[in-house]
């Protein structure tokens, strides 16, 4: 990771953008409009650390009931929400599942192999850039990087190669 997410690119006006398609009610129901809070737009980085796109939370309570996906342009990518029907928000995911840097770092260390160590989380995308996932790097003594793969409660290693599906 290069770093470069930040360059050139605006995260405050990326969830200003999602709260006024919110308030619009371009998307999402009158329940999730009503009691919503959209969080802080967040990267999406490729492997090689150029910026992808943005993710924004959208949470109700301690849960993530939606989220919008920019690209670096601010084109909406997408809007997705996890509510079964409008208004009941605890079948959604558990927020910080989703958002907590420290409990997905935690998640991927429980699969460290002796002499790694884990770095730090980053958000990226697992072969198409729907199937987001949060990648933590675990560093061999000798200096070779592994990733593992935090999607909610769910730890893996990425498939190798340029494979879909």
Not at 94 to 107: E, G, H, N, Q, T
């Amino acid at each position: 990771m290069n770093g470069q997410a930040s360059s050139g690119c605006n995260p405050v006006g990326i969830s200003k953008a999602a709260r006024q398609l919110l308030e619009s009610c371009t998307v999402g129901d009158e329940p999730l409009r009503r009691s919503a809070t959209i969080l802080n737009a967040l990267p999406v980085l490729a492997l090689d650390g150029e910026l992808h796109s943005w993710f924004v939370p959208v949470t109700v309570g301690k849960r993530l009931t939606a989220f919008f996906q920019f690209l670096p342009d601010s084109t909406l990518m997408r809007f997705s929400s996890f509510c079964r029907r409008p208004g009941e928000f605890d079948g959604c995911p558990v927020a910080s599942d989703w958002l907590d840097r420290d409990r997905i770092k935690s998640r991927a260390a429980e699969q460290r192999q002796m002499d790694e160590t884990t770095g730090e989380p980053f958000l990226t995308y697992d072969r198409t850039p729907d199937r987001l996932v949060w990648a933590v790097p675990l560093t061999h003594v000798h200096g070779d990087v592994r990733l593992l793969y935090v999607a909610e409660n769910t730890v893996y290693s990425p498939l190798a190669g340029d494979t879909f599906g």
